[in-house]
């Protein structure tokens, strides 16, 4: 059976690496721009196409520079609730049934605004959406799996004082402290921020993750945060191997204990070792691939921001992919950026499917890890049903295909 595109979109998927500010449509972004006194290079979408949203990127800052534009017009409820509601809506469209939205809340607070506001706002714009889904005739009379979300806040490695107001209090009332402390101190701050959120409040924050450049800024000083997420009963997930070898995967496991890793490009790289005391880096490699295979540790696939700032990479077909799934990892299929990679679920999925020249049962393993390795925010038992009836749509489709 061929995998054409519209087969994909039908199909029941997930994105668990899905960034909100990476993710604002163009249009909204133009007109919450002009709302807001802020300047854009461009007022149209083309316009924004061609100098800040690209198809291709020189590198990393060339990929960033777009966060900064949609992060200024993310510092009132309102437009981060209308931001959140229509990010759910995309996905919806294209046959997303499960996302976890991630999103750094100091990067939006200062002022009036508390972490905490940030994600009751990120909250009701994704809840809207979530019962306007639900609503509908298809899955209110069981014919189609219902829409869900979680939450995931997100610490940074590295920030300054231009980050944002939030980030220039922190500093400026830390003045004497090093860098690193500050950096951890930050963080637990978030977490704590999401511990109230999931157990005072009762919203679906279901995870935290660390997010930002990996060189030299070890996941060591975020530990105290993570431990406190630990305690908390909140999942958690590092950007780890992105930027920087299998050592940082390893530490992101080993002293943050991560539950999934964003992105892991770099996990079969023995030439990037910096540990001197390793000198059989090969075996290193491998072991650390046996470890994440066994513990069942999800890799979230992000294949074409990875493609747009990775300029080692030059053909998809070299990525790492189709390696971890040789390797039998469980891997899941994620957009990380929806409007600064100019991508969705399915084109993320059609791509892997043609690169690497994906059977449909290899399709559906995939689906299976997105949906069970999800950090689902209700009871298990729920879970698992959920997971069941999103597994049983996606043969539905497949049957129904089979038999045009
Ligand atoms: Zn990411």
Redesign the pocket.
Known sequence: MKITRELIEKLPKTDL?L?LDGSVRLETLIELARDGGVVLPSYTVEGLKQTVFKENYKDLDDYLRGFGYTCSVMRQKENIQRISYELAVDNQREGVRYIEVRFAPQLHAGGEMTLSDTIVAVNNGLDRARREFNSSEAVVSGAEPQFEYGIITCAMRYFNRHFSDYFNDIVSVHSYSPEDKIFGLASLEVVGAAVQAKREMGLPVVGVDL?GPEKGNPPIHHREAYMLAQRNFLNKTV?AGEAYGPESIFQAITELGADRI??GTSLFKPETITDTSIHNTDRYVNDLVQFIANRRITVEV?LT?NMQTDPELVRLEDHPFRKMMDNKLSCSICT?NRTVSHTTVTDEVYKAVNAFDLSLNEVKTLMVYGFKRSFFPRDYKEKRSYVRKCMDYFEKVVADQDSL
């Open positions: 690496h960034h997010a950007h964003g992105h992000c921001s990380d």
